[in-house]
């Protein structure tokens, strides 16, 4: 079973600044099967970015994510207010599909 | 539009018996990996299995297999989350989701609105 570990726990940044969000895997991710995910209080996840790089649909375009085999980035070049929220990884490569423990992005 | 909609709040004892739902609609079900997420009060997201509605053919994590019991119903685009005994422990949202494109490797696209369970005596 892959481990995913991501990091810090807690990002502090102000609206307009770069955020960068780490998750490591504890073995290389199969074709860089690795998706990330926002998720607002009291809100299902939401699907940023898959195959390690690919925006999803109508996902701006400050949400990038790069990396393979065991390290890969979530960065949000300008943070909006809305962006203020907890962010999950996800590799989807092997069975099971695990999500990182999720990294809080807080004003 | 392409949609899940999840089965309502429940409120159950422990040793009690459960199935959760989650109904598709706006795509061809049948088609579409559908997975179950848990998430404890206060805490991250939990992949727990997944079905392929057209045949069944269903993965668990290790660490639901033999707790859970996750089956579909294509004939009426249904995906189902089981338990024989609920647990004190079993108190967390759970979610259902489908993959973005056909094939048992995927990222999660769609999400249902999440069922809220919890077992209290």
Redesign the interface.
Known sequence: ?IVLTQSPGTLSLSPGERATLSCRASQSV?SS?L?W?Q?KPGQ????LI?GASNR??DIPDRFSGSGSGTDFTLTISRLEPEDFEVY?C?Q??S????????TKLEI | EVQLVQSGTEVKKPGESLKISCKGSGYNFSSFWI?W?RQMPGK????M??IYPGDSDT?????FQGQVTISADKSINTAYLQWSSLKASDTAMY?C?RH?WFG??????I????TMVTVSS
């Open positions: 079973e199969s099967f998706a995910y998720q299902a996840p939401r699907l898959y999803a649909t999950y996800q989807y490569g069975s099971p599909h695990s999500f990182g423990q999720g | 997975g997420v991250g997201l939990e992949w299995g997944i993965r668990y994590s290790p660490s979610y989701s973005l048992e490797f995927g990222p999660f696209d999400w249902g609105q999440g």
